[in-house]
């Protein structure tokens, strides 16, 4: 069965680096999307990207952070210079459509921001 | 501001009964509900989906129910078993205007545990 993969699983930095977080979509989806999760939180949405363009973005979505799909299978998500509160669990997701169609996640990443 | 809400963070079922989960929501834009089920240290899992035009979906042990007038979802897994135990999350979508890709607003949660 198809799935999302994302690497690394666990992605230790110092504050103010940059990390880029990889995931590697299901290969006919043509819609992608960042979400994160601090811990004990909920998931939240940070941002969704389609025809190689950013489709729709949340508040949290500020300009430390930039999303790319250099190739044709693989979607990455940058922060240029973290932060403490960054720390979290970075999932990816796509789907075949937009609108109401089905999200599948990745495993995520853990970034832990010291 | 919390557009889903999941009201009970724990919920505790005996193995074989019924389990369930309930969501409340409090945009009206939302169209389309989903069930995702997450172990610790995994992705959300997809489970069920439902579109706001219909009032219930089926799959296999999974039911979800919906009630537009009164913004409530339900899932209900029937017979529970011990591999149900998790978090579930509920999640929702709007139509987003621009025709693209809509993020998910999801819910705080439900740890589910199924009792032997």
């Known amino acids: 069965e198809p799935e999302v993969t994302q690497t690394p699983s666990h992605q230790v930095t110092q504050m103010g680096q940059e990390v880029i977080l990889r995931c590697v979509p299901i290969?006919?989806?043509?819609?992608f999307y960042w979400y994160r999760q601090i811990l004990g939180q909920k998931v939240e949405f940070l941002v969704s990207f389609y025809n190689n363009e950013i489709s729709e973005k949340s508040e949290i979505f500020d300009d430390q952070f930039s999303v790319e799909r250099p190739d044709g299978s693989n979607f990455t998500l940058k922060i240029r210079s973290t932060k403490l509160e960054d720390s979290a669990m970075y999932f990816c997701a796509s789907s075949a459509r937009g609108g109401g169609d089905t999200q599948y996640f990745g495993p995520g990443t853990r970034l832990t921001v010291l | 501001d919390q557009q889903v809400k999941q009201n009970s963070p724990s919920l505790s079922v005996q193995e074989g009964r019924i389990s369930i989960l309930n969501c409340d929501y409090t945009?009206?834009?939302?169209?389309?509900f989903l069930w995702y089920k997450k172990y610790p240290a995994e992705g959300p899992t997809f489970l069920i989906s439902i579109s706001s035009i219909k009032d219930k979906n089926e799959d296999g042990r999974f039911t979800v129910f919906l009630n537009k007038s009164a913004k409530h979802l339900s899932l209900h897994i029937v017979p529970s078993q011990p591999g149900d135990s998790a978090v579930y999350f509920c999640?929702?979508?709007?139509?987003?205007?621009?025709?693209?890709?809509?993020?998910?607003?999801f819910g705080k949660g439900t740890h589910l545990i199924i009792q032997p």
């Open positions: 290969s006919n989806h043509l819609y």
């Open positions: 945009n009206s834009m939302f169209d389309y």
């Open positions: 999640a929702a979508s709007a139509p987003f205007s621009g025709g693209g890709a809509d993020g998910l607003t």
